[in-house]
């Protein structure tokens, strides 16, 4: 399985305020995904993210509340924008390789997101 | 429409008693299915899949789930449960004809408790 690393693990932000969480793979990876996991909740997919394009957004989910960027093949980064108290939640990456396990998804260990 | 259903929102069992998460799927083609486990304050693991062939499936900590098309379930299994196994259990499906877009339904997840 591929290592997986976020940045922050955690953060506590205003209203009306952004972040940027990073998500890292040691190796070149074919898809990385965003979900998030609201408080008590199970896992909802946000997007993927595309290398070298924009990425493709599930129902509900819209690029000027969460831009997504997927330089290369190995790093990814999800904001969230304009932030209010509902979109505090864990926010997780997932990458999928390609050839023999290409349809199981590994996870990072989140990024845990508290919005005053 | 994909849907995973956990009927069990918590599980209880004794240490050394074999334990049982429930897990029934719907989707519009062949499955590929998943089990995760959540430690408190970690990411999701990656337990064990089913994606095709024998309908037993092996995998990690000595966790096994059954594949039974006729009653779209993947239940999972541990013949002997262990306090350190305590966690939220999350089954997730993907609808094999889905292609690249690797979309990862989940269920609403199962915590298990095993007590001493």
């Known amino acids: 399985s591929a290592v997986i690393s976020q940045k922050p693990s955690r953060d506590i932000c205003q209203r009306g305020t952004s972040l940027t969480i990073q998500c890292q793979v040691d190796?070149?990876?074919?898809?990385m995904f965003w979900y998030r996991q609201q408080p008590g909740q199970s896992l909802t997919l946000i997007a993927t993210a595309n290398q070298g394009s924009e990425a493709t957004y599930e129902s509900g989910f819209v690029i000027d509340k969460f831009p997504i960027s997927r330089p290369n093949l190995t790093f990814s980064t999800l904001t969230v924008s304009n932030m209010s108290p509902e979109d505090s939640s864990i926010y997780l990456c997932s990458v999928s390789r390609q050839a023999q396990d290409r349809e199981t998804q590994y996870f990072g260990p989140g990024t845990r997101l508290l919005v005053l | 429409a994909q849907s995973v259903a956990q009927p069990e929102d918590q599980v209880n069992v004794a240490e050394g008693n074999p334990l049982t998460v429930k897990c029934t799927y719907s989707v519009s083609g062949n499955p590929y299915l998943f089990w995760y486990v959540q430690y408190p304050n970690r990411g999701l693991q990656f337990l064990l899949k089913?994606?095709?062939?024998?309908?037993l499936v092996k995998g990690s900590y000595g966790f096994e789930a059954e594949f039974n098309k006729s009653q779209t379930s993947f239940h999972l299994k541990k013949p002997s449960a262990l306090v350190s196994d305590s966690a939220l259990y999350f089954c997730a499906v993907r609808d094999a004809g889905s292609g690249n877009t690797g979309k990862l339904i989940f269920g609403q997840g199962t915590t298990l408790q095993v007590k001493p």
């Open positions: 089913y994606i095709t062939g024998d309908n």
């Open positions: 190796s070149q990876v074919t898809m």
